[in-house]
C-alpha cells in the first residue's frame, strides 16, 4: 500500500500520478497535453477550451462559448434549442424558446404556453396554469387526480379516484375511500370504525387499539394485546 497526498495526487489504475502532469481517463494516465485545459472524453484527451465531448466523441466548438451537445451532434445554444428527438430547432421566440414532444415535436413559448403529454396549450391562467392530461387547470383553485380535474374546495383525490368532500374539513383518503376522520381511522390502508370519538384508538401496524389496556407490539403474531395482571410477569415487574 502506498501513501499520497491526496490535494496533489492521484491514484489511477493502482498508479500514483501528479495532477499538474497528468490526467486519469477511464483508469487510463494520460499527460495534460492542453496544460490545465486538459479534459478526459472516454480515454482520449482533448483540449476543453476549444472541444468539447458529445458522447464519447470530440467535436470542436465551431459556435465557440455557445457550442453544446445535441445527442451525438453540436449545436449553436444562442441559436437553436435541442430536442428530445436530437434534433437541433430554431429559437423562434428568442431564449424563451423550448421543445413539446419526445419526437421532436414543436418549439413554442414556455412563457406563454405549456407542454401537456406532447400538446402545446395556452397558459389561461397565467404562473398558476398547471397541466392535466392535455388541459390546463387553474393551480389556485383545482388540482389533478390522475388525468381529472377536480376543485380542491370541494373534492378529494384518493388514489387516482376524484371524491366529494361530504365530511368537510374531516374529510380525508383511506386508498380510494373517502372517510370521516372524527369516526375513522386509516391504518396502512384499512379503514377503522372509532368507537368513542375522535381521539379514541390510534394505529399499530393494519390494526387499531382502541383500548387503554391495549399495547402496540409490531413485532407479535398480534400487533394488539391485553398486558397480565399485576404480579403474573416473573421479572420483578409489578
Not at 491526496?6 to 491514484?11: L, P, V
Not at 494520460?30 to 458522447?55: H, K, L, P, V
Not at 389496556?213 to 413485532?219: E, I, Q, R, S, V
Amino acid at each position: 500500500m502506498q501513501v499520497y497526498r491526496f490535494t496533489t495526487h492521484g491514484c489511477c489504475g493502482g498508479k500514483i500520478y501528479d495532477r499538474e502532469q497528468s490526467v486519469c481517463c477511464d483508469g487510463q494516465l494520460s499527460g495534460r497535453e492542453f496544460g490545465s485545459d486538459t479534459r478526459c472524453c472516454g480515454n482520449t484527451t482533448y483540449n476543453y477550451t476549444a472541444q468539447i465531448c458529445c458522447d464519447g466523441a470530440i467535436r470542436d466548438k465551431t459556435h465557440g462559448g455557445y457550442t453544446l451537445c445535441c445527442r451525438g451532434a453540436i449545436f449553436d445554444y444562442q441559436a437553436s434549442v435541442c430536442c428530445a428527438d436530437g434534433s437541433a430547432r430554431d429559437r423562434v421566440y428568442g431564449w424563451d424558446s423550448s421543445c413539446c414532444g419526445r419526437s421532436g415535436g414543436e418549439v413554442y413559448n414556455y412563457r406563454t404556453h405549456l407542454c401537456c403529454e406532447e400538446t402545446v396549450l395556452e397558459k389561461t391562467y397565467g404562473d398558476d396554469s398547471r397541466c392535466c392530461g392535455r388541459s390546463v387547470v387553474d393551480a389556485r383553485h383545482q388540482s389533478c387526480c390522475k388525468e381529472a380535474a377536480y376543485l380542491k374546495s370541494t373534492h378529494e383525490c384518493c388514489d387516482g379516484a376524484v371524491r366529494a368532500r361530504r365530511f368537510g374539513s374531516h374529510s380525508r383518503c383511506c386508498e380510494t375511500v373517502l372517510y370521516d376522520a372524527r369516526k375513522g381511522e386509516c391504518c396502512n390502508g384499512v379503514l377503522h370504525w372509532r368507537p368513542d370519538g375522535p381521539r379514541s384508538g390510534y394505529c399499530c401496524g393494519s390494526d387499531i387499539c382502541t383500548s387503554a389496556d391495549d399495547y402496540c407490539c409490531l413485532d407479535c403474531p398480534r400487533v394488539a394485546f391485553h398486558p397480565p395482571a399485576p404480579g403474573v410477569l416473573d421479572n420483578g415487574e409489578q
